[in-house]
C-alpha cells in the first residue's frame, strides 16, 4: 500500500490548502458529487463565509441536479426558499 503525500499527490498539496484556510477563518468552499454509472447526477457546494445577496445570511449552499437546474440557498436554514440560478 503506498502512502498519498504531498510531493505525491496534488489532492494532498489541495487539501492542505482548504485545511490551512478554515483554521485561519478565510474562504473555503467544500464540494460533493454524486455519480451514477460514471456520470455526475448531483452536485453540492457549501461556502460557509460567502455572503448570500438574497439574504442577510451570510453562506451559501449550492446545489444541482441534472435536468432539474441549480439553486442556492442559506446556510442558515432560514425561511427564503432557494433559488434557481441556472
Request: hydrophobic share 40%; with cysteine.
Amino acid at each position: 500500500m503506498k502512502l498519498i503525500t504531498e510531493q505525491s499527490s496534488p489532492f494532498c498539496s489541495n487539501l492542505q490548502i482548504l485545511i490551512n484556510r478554515f483554521v485561519k477563518g478565510e474562504e473555503y468552499a467544500v464540494a460533493l458529487a454524486l455519480l451514477v454509472e460514471g456520470k455526475v447526477v448531483l452536485g453540492v457546494m457549501a461556502c460557509p463565509k460567502l455572503e448570500n445577496h438574497k439574504s442577510s445570511s451570510s453562506g451559501c449552499l449550492f446545489f444541482a441536479t441534472v435536468g432539474e437546474g441549480a439553486y442556492v440557498q442559506s446556510l442558515e436554514g432560514d425561511s427564503h426558499p432557494p433559488q434557481k440560478v441556472l
